[in-house]
């Protein structure tokens, strides 16, 4: 197993500078931001541009990567693939394949993504379309010797009542979408909160997780006695602010890193973990996000075995 981090949480550096400073702090492998250059959403950026991306580009990244002794993980663009405006939703299908292109010519394992959600339809609706949507973009990475990852992150800002707005929340979803032919990038943060053992729900599905996600979750048990489990409801301006948790880095929040990485280990995984920095304590500035990666590092670097 190795250590990296998803390098969204510096949108305004480079890769090259990114990939310098990773090997400085002992990372040993990154997952790289391919989200179009839009701006439009926090926790995403655009490291790398797969719009055109070819075998010269391929070159200079592998170099990039192989002069700094880092692995490129995945490519990370995790978008809503069941968007309910038609244009968007091809547009962002079209990025997800563009985005299998450039990994394989990358020699990269994985891409990864959201399954997402019409909120107008119901999951069943949902689950319906995305069967039909993923079956060629599987297609199409499974010719390429690429898989599809989906994060587990219920994405509840995508839904007007904070309601799962990505149909990848829990196991049951996930069997549904390893019967496609998708894998899971697992991030135990999500279950936290969703009232899901992230430990027992992962045991029985390591050899379907081709990627994983270090993130913690901080969780306020008295405001979920005023909120419920959906969150803020009278009064809530910003649709990603529930009000009774919040993301943290690895070690600071309620998540059992030495379990969770043992059960990796035990279920064969040999991948890569790479950190998912939100926290808002150790964000707002780049200073305070690179301290927040070395928290992170800090606290992993023990449990995995060089």
């Not at 002069?67 to 962002?92: C, F, I, K, T, W």
């Not at 027992?200 to 901080?218: G, N």
């Not at 059992?256 to 939100?278: A, I, K, N």
Request: hydrophobic share 40%; charged share 25%; glycine share 8%.
């Amino acid at each position: 197993m190795k250590l990296g981090f998803l390098t969204a949480c510096l949108p305004k550096r480079t890769l090259p500078e990114i990939v310098a400073w990773a090997a400085e702090q002992g990372f040993e492998a990154l997952e790289v931001a391919a989200w179009p250059a839009l701006g439009d959403r926090p926790f995403t950026a655009t490291h790398l541009d797969v719009d055109g991306f070819d075998t010269a580009d391929a070159d200079r990244v592998g170099a990039l990567f192989d002069e700094h002794g880092l692995q490129l993980s995945s490519l990370a663009y995790y978008d809503n693939n069941l968007h309910p405006d038609p244009d968007e939703r091809a547009a962002v299908n079209a990025h997800v394949a563009a985005c299998i292109d450039a990994a394989a010519l990358l020699g990269v394992p994985t891409v990864g993504t959201f399954v997402g959600r019409d909120p107008n339809l119901t999951v069943a609706e949902n689950l319906k379309a995305a069967e039909q949507l993923f079956a060629p973009l599987v297609d199409r990475a499974g010719e390429r010797g690429v898989r599809i990852v989906i994060e587990n992150c219920v994405m509840e800002g995508w839904h007007p009542d904070g309601y799962p707005g990505n149909l990848a929340y829990s196991p049951e979803l996930w069997e549904w979408m390893f019967d496609l032919g998708l894998y899971l990038n697992y991030d135990p943060s999500h279950l936290v909160w969703m009232g899901i053992d992230p430990v027992e729900a992962l045991r029985p599905y390591v050899d379907r997780v081709a990627h994983a996600q270090a993130k913690d979750i901080e969780v306020f048990p008295e405001r979920r006695n005023r909120y419920g489990w959906p969150g803020r409801a009278v009064v809530r301006e910003d649709p990603w602010d529930v009000g009774w948790w919040r993301y943290r880095v690895p070690g600071l929040g309620q998540v059992d890193w030495r379990r969770v990485v043992d059960t990796l280990y035990e279920g064969g995984f040999d991948g890569v973990l790479s950190v998912e920095h939100e926290d808002p304590v150790w964000g707002g500035t780049e200073d305070r996000v690179r301290t927040g990666l070395q928290v992170a590092h800090r606290t992993l670097r023990p449990l995995i075995v060089s």
